[in-house]
T-cell receptor
Framework: EDQVTQSPEALRLQEGESSSLNCSYT??????LFWYRQDPGKGPEFLFT???AGEEKEKERLKATLTKKESFLHITAPKPEDSATYLC???????????FGKGTRLHILP | DAMVIQNPRYQVTQFGKPVTLSCSQT?????MYWYQQKSSQAPKLLFH???????NEADTPDNFQSRRPNTSFCFLDIRSPGLGDAAMYLC?????????????????FGPGTRLLVL
């Protein structure tokens, strides 16, 4: 069964303290792995799509990487406005289904 | 400019009273999705459309139906809402194409409709 597990569930960092969020997945043929940011009471905001192991993408203080089993979202020198829930999702080739992880709640302290 | 618009943003209905949520997009994307998200949980896919081809998730209750009359609009009908259907309902669109020199997929979510069932 396809599965997405995100860790940690919650993370508190000081402003400027870099860290990484993990997304581990098992899927029957990865068609794409997606990262989103979600603020309370709002819809997810698309960040990145990754397709193959070794691929990396960057946007401002965020960098996403992908291996055959997991993806990392690296946050460099975060600011309080980076506080949000970060969601990971995968799409498989078998039935094109998108499966989300439960997310990591990130809180950056000023 | 809003690209995926959901109406209403908040909907209150009574137990068993049918309700319709709407989604429109200005992106001309051919794929549209409906998700249900309960508090502190991951979004759960209910349906998706590739153009007019409808794809129903196996575990989506029969109480939930969807319509897509054209590319821009998609509706979620809840025929007899129960207390357990109270949630945020998210609409999303997807485009697969060339992005910055390589093929990729970009997804856009609407702001969601929060449904309360009394």
């Amino acid at each position: 069964e396809d599965q997405v597990t995100q860790s940690p569930e919650a993370l508190r960092l000081q402003e400027g303290e870099s860290s990484s969020l993990n997304c581990s997945y098992t899927v029957s043929g990865l068609r794409g792995l997606f990262w989103y940011r979600q603020d309370p009471g709002k819809g997810p905001e698309f960040l990145f799509t990754l397709y193959s192991a070794g691929e990396e993408k960057e946007k401002e203080r965020l960098k996403a990487t992908l291996t055959k089993k997991e993806s990392f979202l690296h946050i460099t020198a975060p600011k309080p406005e980076d506080s949000a829930t970060y969601l990971c999702a995968v799409r498989n080739y078998r039935d094109d289904k998108i499966i989300f992880g439960k997310g990591t709640r990130l809180h950056i302290l000023p | 400019d809003a690209m995926v618009i959901q109406n209403p943003r908040y909907q209150v209905t009574q137990f068993g009273k049918p309700v319709t949520l709407s989604c429109s997009q200005t992106l001309n994307h051919n794929v549209m999705y409906w998700y249900q998200q309960k508090s502190s949980q991951a979004p759960k896919l209910l349906f998706h459309y590739y153009d007019k081809d409808f794809n129903n998730e196996a575990d989506t209750p029969d109480n939930f139906q969807s319509r897509r009359p054209n590319t821009s609009f998609c509706f979620l009908d809840i025929r007899s809402p129960g207390l357990g259907d109270a949630a945020m309902y998210l609409c999303a669109t997807s485009r697969i194409g060339r992005l910055g020199g390589s093929w990729g997929e970009t997804q856009y979510f609407g702001p969601g409709t929060r449904l309360l069932v009394l």
